[in-house]
């Protein structure tokens, strides 16, 4: 499986982008994205789970992000509305064959390349 991430660039306090992650190869039961600001660790952002269309959000993004996904082109997108300066960092799709644990890095098992999202105050 191999993920390609786009989308990122430079945007101001309050505008919008939407990043998308098309992904080759078998298909995954679930696909997440994460980010990593300069300095901190990897932080979960939104997961979407195929079976059921389960999404999910930390409180940090819930109402300002949408995850969503095209089965039948294997691409899922992130809507980023509102956008802060805090959500300034590297974007990283990721791909799972689990159901379960999706908050968590380790539950992935194939990772973009990231793309930079920053946002000017």
């Known amino acids: 499986v191999q993920l390609q991430a786009s989308g990122g660039g430079l945007v101001q306090a309050g505008g919008s982008l939407r990043l998308s992650c098309a992904a080759s190869?078998?298909?995954?039961?679930?696909y997440g994205w994460f980010r990593q600001a300069p300095g901190k660790e990897r932080e979960f952002v939104s997961f979407?789970?195929?079976?059921?269309?389960?999404?999910y959000y930390p409180d940090s993004v819930k109402g300002r992000f949408t995850i969503s996904g095209d089965n039948a082109k294997n691409t899922v997108y992130l809507q980023m509305n509102s956008l802060r300066p805090e959500d300034t960092a590297v974007y990283y799709c990721?791909?799972?064959?689990?159901?379960?644990?999706?908050?968590?890095?380790?539950?992935?098992?194939?990772w973009g390349q990231g793309t930079l999202v920053t946002v000017s105050s």
């Open positions: 979407i789970r195929w079976r059921g269309n389960i999404t």
């Open positions: 990721a791909a799972s064959v689990r159901e379960m644990g999706l908050t968590t890095a380790t539950s992935y098992q194939y």
């Open positions: 190869g078998r298909r995954s039961r679930s």
